[in-house]
């Protein structure tokens, strides 16, 4: 491996949103900066590699090139995908999809960095959701897999911990980014007797989204924990989002799904 004079960190879905704010920051401030994703993150100050991750064994080898040749400090998992469908009518090949992408992309990532990283410690951020602990409302898939994500980062926190290796997950609320407009939203067709509570759903949440945080606070918080000594295993993103996460905890099930119902419906 070639000497290194700059941290490097590599950013899986670092195009738009999160992802790319987070590439903007580190590289900002000094990093050596390498996003992989199927589109190229615009800033000059960021290497661009391109790997779809849903093909697994391609985004494996281009990260494993990228970390024999430039060291791998911190990895940051951004990439996501989301689809508006109800359960009954959702199709496999979507939802097989959405979580080679949220969730098997992430799990290969880690395996891919993980190996450069046990002799000399690093950080690792899975971009997760709050919508992994509390449902969003035909966004079963998207829910699922993010609560999978926040699972996986748990287990792996006490697994490589004696390495040196901190892993979080960090959970954003709705983020204000291109991200909603590029949901995969079934049709009323499709939807049948559930349209109208579908439509209902995804213009809630694309509100809830709009005006919420921006992606340039959650990548301050990315940043904040690549530098931390000490990571929570799981952080969330703003206070209000903080808040909302102890209350759905503290109160009953049932009391919490009304609630997040009635967001969402109406």
Same mark, same amino acid.
């Given at each position: 491996m070639e000497k290194r004079y700059k941290s490097t960190a590599i950013v899986v879905g670092g195009s738009s949103g999160i992802g790319c704010e987070t590439c903007l920051r580190l590289a900002n401030r000094g990093w050596n900066v390498i996003n992989i994703s199927r589109t190229q993150c615009k800033s000059p100050k960021v290497k661009n590699l391109i790997a779809d991750v849903a093909a697994g064994s391609t985004l494996t080898d281009v990260i494993t090139a990228a970390s024999e040749k430039h060291g791998v400090d911190a990895l940051i998992y951004?990439?996501? &995908?989301?689809?508006?469908?109800p359960i009954e009518y959702a199709k496999e090949s979507d939802y097989r999809?959405? &979580?080679e992408v949220n969730f098997f992309g992430a799990l290969k990532a880690m395996q891919a960095v993980i190996p450069f990283m046990k002799?000399?410690?690093?950080?690792?951020?899975?971009?997760?959701?709050?919508g992994g602990d509390v449902p969003i409302l035909f966004d079963a898939f998207y829910s699922a897999s993010k609560a999978?994500?926040?699972m996986l980062a748990r287990e792996a926190y006490s697994e490589?911990?004696?390495?040196?290796i901190k892993v979080t997950a960090l959970l954003p609320g709705g983020?204000?980014?291109? &991200?909603?407009y590029k949901r995969k939203v079934y049709s009323d067709d499709d939807n049948k007797?559930?349209?109208q509570s579908v439509n209902k759903a995804v213009a809630a949440l694309?509100?809830?989204?709009?005006?919420?945080m921006s992606p340039a606070e959650v990548a301050e918080d990315i940043y904040g924990l690549i530098l931390s000594d000490k990571p929570p295993v799981v952080k969330v993103s703003g206070i209000k989002n903080s808040a909302y996460r102890i209350i759905s905890h503290v109160l009953p099930e049932k009391v919490t799904l009304y609630f997040n119902d009635r967001a969402f419906r109406q």
């Open positions: 951004s990439a996501g &995908f989301s689809m508006a469908a999809y959405l &979580f002799d000399r410690g690093g950080r690792i951020i899975l971009v997760g959701s709050l999978a994500l926040e490589l911990k004696p390495y040196g983020t204000s980014t291109g &991200f909603t007797t559930y349209a694309a509100e809830m989204e709009q005006s919420g």
